[in-house]
């Protein structure tokens, strides 16, 4: 069992439409945080989200924050080609110190 | 500022051979992970350095793998006899509080 749970695993979608990924813990996080990885690369890093509650909005990306801080959420808005990659979400359990343990990713494509 | 640099990026070997991975962290990051990411899968802690002592080795496979840090820059991880589950991506990367988590590109290994 994974600390970090994401759904779905896979998502398919044509140019234009919005989707939703969503990263769930049944542990208290001091922050999360969200990376996308193309192939061949590491992860790079988004954002991250520190406030229960938080929403940050990264041009058509949406980041959201349980307000209990076990789970974070990532909206994109009308979705390009460019958003195709796979997103992963990130944290450090409050007794974890600086640990980062990642969830299992979830491979977005962007069909044109 | 520069980024963390691995090498080889790519890296194909019979089992039972050995391997081994070379990580310089950006200038002035104390802490310095190694990842492993399994095709399909988010990245998963091996080890963790301060400066040039092991924080956490917790999920390292000791009987096959070790990781050095010995001047508390660059690092090395290796494999000694591989397995053909080994098969991965290995990740480095190297975090300061400011700027958070830094991930290099990669070793892609393939064992056969």
């Known amino acids: 069992t994974q600390l970090l749970e994401q759904s779905p695993q896979f998502l398919s979608i044509q140019e234009g439409e919005n989707l939703t990924v969503y990263c769930n813990s049944s542990s208290v996080f001091s922050s999360l945080q969200w990376y996308r990885q193309e192939p061949g690369e590491g992860p790079v890093l988004l954002v991250t989200v520190v406030t229960g509650g938080e929403v940050k909005k990264l041009k058509r990306l949406t980041f959201q924050f349980g307000d209990a801080r076990k789970d974070s959420s990532l909206h994109i808005t009308a979705a390009q080609p460019g958003d195709t990659g796979l997103y992963l979400c990130?944290?450090?359990?409050?007794?974890?110190?600086?640990?980062?343990?990642f969830g299992g990713g979830t491979r977005v494509l962007v069909k044109p | 500022e520069a980024g963390v640099a691995q090498s080889p990026r790519y890296k194909i070997i019979e089992k039972r051979q050995s391997v081994a991975f070379w990580c310089n962290p950006i200038s002035g990051h104390a802490t310095l992970y190694w990842y492993q990411q399994i095709l399909g899968q988010g990245p998963k802690l091996l080890i963790q350095?301060?400066?040039?002592?092991?924080?956490?080795d917790s999920q390292l496979p000791k009987d096959r793998f070790s990781a050095e840090r010995l001047k508390g820059v660059d690092s090395t991880l290796k494999i000694q006899p591989a397995k053909l589950e080994d098969s991965a991506v290995y990740l480095c990367?190297?975090?300061?509080?400011?700027?958070?988590?830094?991930f290099g590109s990669g070793t892609r290994l393939t064992v056969v």
């Open positions: 990367a190297s975090r300061t509080e400011i700027y958070g988590y830094t």
């Open positions: 350095f301060q400066n040039n002592g092991v924080v956490d």
């Open positions: 990130a944290g450090a359990p409050q007794a974890a110190g600086n640990k980062l343990t």
